[in-house]
């Protein structure tokens, strides 16, 4: 049977957890888990040419008592020459600040900690000491909720640090026992500090480590190892899930820090495990983007977002929970925060109705990621472009920008050479112009028509003068060019 320092440095090599001359930080609380793990770890150090540092923070939940725990980890990490941070977060204001519980609130006080404590040093990772039963114990209290695969999984070997998935979390322990640890403290005889609120079984983890743990050990002695090849079987069709979905949803799916953009037919065409799955990962992204570990998505409220986006109309919102939404457009979906101002918003100076842009050709004029150039023509064939939008003008027109008025109108092609009239307001529904950006989006005047319609860097509304070069008056250039990337 391996000794813990054998097992440990296996799964260091195995799941490529530390690579040589790595720098790792280890939060260390000073119970015998991690007071083992960063023994450990030291005593590698020398033969990994590892770089170690301990942080540890005061959670101020058990007054003195927990400040002494801070301090007993910083001076046993100097004894064994391991440079320590030291912190202390009121986890009770936090909570009550977030709305959240108090464990909730710890976790996120931690790895916030953590997070500050390793991007000062410089450190990509950072190592905790989740061992196996506490593994059991996370697969166990997911399944009581009514976890997907992914909280079946459980815990993994490496995985993105909440609140800065920049940094990687790696678990060296996992696999091993509880009793393993303990024996390997006895054996180095290590003095490890005593948490009393472990025993509190107001906190669920606590309750089912003492209560529901030792009750199904009386169904299966070895539940705990059940459990953890649960997980593992988990991961592995989770893994296989995951990269089905990057497969599947690669070129139509855009991910941003407050909105998700997916395309719906796309979408549609989907399995309905992935379609979930995809609704949970924009979910899960806008959160973490927004340093909220609280990434729960209630199952039914998934249901019913995918319901939505398979029969719902436009401007349709399925509620997500934690101020998210799901909200449908003519060919896309939205995942985003309520409140968030409509995707492919117009940023113009036609912040009103009534404001209006006089150009004087040759005019430029930059909209939200474009800009539009205005030029003058004579109806010489010569003067023939490749790119951009031939307009035929009377000979000194006006030419104005505005955004729509009541009972503006648009010259459109009726066929077989016909020119006829239509509302705007109706063209515009009838191109699927979402109609929370209808009021905003850019109108080109010749004169007093409405000559084109500028959406998303595309004229449009002037083909009736794409042969417009025998027109006794003039022709008016039109060209659009992108200066910022495009939502897509």
């Given at each position: ?345 117009v940023d113009t100076a036609l912040t009103t109705p009534e404001t209006e842009l006089l150009l004087a050709p040759p005019a430029s004029v930059e909209l939200q990621g474009w800009r539009l150039q205005v030029e003058r023509w004579t109806p010489d064939p010569s003067a023939a472009r490749g790119e951009g939008i031939a307009l035929a003008a009377p000979h000194a027109a006006t030419v104005r920008l505005r955004t ?85």
């Amino acid at each position: 049977m391996m000794s813990l320092i054998q097992t440990l440095r296996r799964n260091l090599r195995e799941q490529r957890l530390i690579a040589i001359g790595e720098s790792i930080l280890v939060g260390v609380s000073g119970g015998v888990d991690s007071l083992a793990l960063m023994h450990a770890l030291a005593g590698l150090r020398s033969a990994l040419h590892m770089t170690l540092f301990v942080a540890t923070l005061d959670h101020q939940l058990r007054g003195a008592s927990g400040d002494d725990d801070a301090r007993f980890v910083e001076a046993t990490a100097r004894e064994w020459g391991v440079p320590c941070e030291r912190g202390s977060i009121d986890v009770r204001a936090l909570a009550a600040e977030r709305g959240i519980g108090i464990e909730q609130a710890a976790r996120l006080a931690r790895y916030t900690f953590l997070a500050s404590v390793a991007n000062g040093l410089g450190i990509a990772k950072v190592a905790v000491a989740h061992h196996a039963e506490d593994q059991a114990e996370t697969v166990l209290l997911h399944l009581v909720r009514g976890a997907g695969l992914n909280g079946l999984a459980g815990m993994r070997w490496i995985s993105p640090l909440p609140t800065a998935p920049d940094l990687q979390l790696i678990r060296p322990l996992l696999n091993i026992r509880r009793g393993e640890i303990e024996d390997y403290a006895r054996q180095f005889e290590l003095t490890p500090r005593h948490d009393a609120t472990n025993a509190d079984t107001t906190y669920s983890r606590n309750r089912l480590r003492a209560e529901a743990i030792p009750l199904l050990r009386t169904i299966n002695a070895d539940v705990d190892a059940a459990l953890v090849r649960l997980a593992d079987n988990a991961a592995s069709d989770e893994s296989y899930l995951e990269a089905a979905l990057r497969s599947a949803s690669a070129g139509w799916t855009t991910f941003l820090d407050e909105r998700v953009v997916l395309k719906r037919a796309e979408f549609l065409a989907l399995h309905s495990a992935l379609q979930r799955r995809l609704i949970l990962r924009a979910a899960h992204h806008i959160l973490m983007s927004a340093d909220d570990l609280v990434v729960m998505v209630a199952h039914e409220r998934v249901l019913a977002a995918v319901a939505l986006a398979e029969s719902g109309e436009v401007g349709a919102v399925a509620e997500l929970g934690r101020g998210l939404r799901l909200r449908i457009d003519y060919d896309r979906l939205f995942v985003e925060f309520e409140g968030e101002p409509a995707a492919d918003s117009v940023d113009t100076a036609l912040t009103t109705p009534e404001t209006e842009l006089l150009l004087a050709p040759p005019a430029s004029v930059e909209l939200q990621g474009w800009r539009l150039q205005v030029e003058r023509w004579t109806p010489d064939p010569s003067a023939a472009r490749g790119e951009g939008i031939a307009l035929a003008a009377p000979h000194a027109a006006t030419v104005r920008l505005r955004t729509r008025r009541p009972g503006d109108t648009l010259r459109v092609a009726l066929g077989e050479g016909q020119i006829g009239t239509q509302s705007l307001s109706k063209w515009m529904i009838n191109v699927k112009i979402p109609a929370a950006l209808r009021d905003q989006i850019p109108l080109l005047l010749v004169d007093d028509q409405v000559a084109a319609v500028l959406w998303k860097g595309i004229i449009l509304g002037a083909d009736y003068t794409l042969g417009g070069r025998d027109h006794a008056g003039e022709i008016l250039h039109l060209m659009l060019t992108p200066t910022a990337t495009e939502i897509t």
